[in-house]
């Protein structure tokens, strides 16, 4: 029954998705162990990298959870970028993709998520397929454009393991 309810819920969801141009979506880079951890520096690096990296996308909004991770992550990438940032509770799935319909609509968008919500952030914006996020992946980039009348598009990218660090 549980597994019924959450279908729906998701088929719901994928019907009411935003318009966006296209959103981009990563999970926060490398953590330190222990609750709500920071970034270790390979985290920081990784999160350069990712700005470095989505210097020219035409981002106008980065959205992290609310976890220390997620922000920092978030937070380099955003001043880099020169764009703003805001944070979601992580677990209101519906209300992140509310705040990209009501808010950001027709807007590039980075999502920094968890490996535990992506999937679910990606079917509330209209992705209709199935998609695994491993604890050890750090290196995912998943690009989502709307497709008119019919489920999103969504294209799935790998950074290297281990970024080079900045000369």
């Known amino acids: 029954m549980r597994s019924i309810l959450l279908a729906a819920a ?8 935003p ?9 926060h880079a ?4 222990g609750e709500d951890p920071p970034l270790t ?7 350069a990298a990712w700005a470095e990296m989505l210097q020219g996308a035409g981002i106008r909004q980065v959205i992290t959870s609310d976890t220390r991770r997620t922000r920092e992550t978030g937070a380099i990438i955003a001043t880099a970028l020169g764009t703003a940032q ?12 509310d705040l990209l319909g009501f808010d950001h609509e027709d807007e590039r968008v980075l999502i920094v998520g968890h490996a535990e919500t992506i999937p679910s952030i990606l079917a509330g914006l209209g ?7 491993s604890q050890a992946d750090f290196a ?28």
Do not use: C, N, W
Not at 10 to 17: F, H, M, N, S
Not at 19 to 27: D, K, L, T, Y
Not at 149 to 157: C, N, Q, V, W, Y
């Open 10 to 17: 998701l088929a719901l969801l994928a019907t009411t998705a």
């Open 19 to 27: 318009a966006q141009e296209a959103v981009f979506v990563i999970r």
């Open 30 to 33: 490398e953590k330190a162990a």
């Open 41 to 47: 520096e390979a985290g920081r690096l990784r999160a």
């Open 86 to 97: 805001t944070e979601v509770d992580r677990r209101d799935i519906a209300g992140l993709v």
């Open 127 to 133: 992705h209709a397929g199935t998609v695994e996020v």
């Open 140 to 167: 995912s980039l998943f690009v989502l454009t709307p497709e008119e009348g019919g489920p999103a598009r969504l294209i799935r990218l790998h950074m290297p393991d281990r970024p080079a660090p900045r000369p």
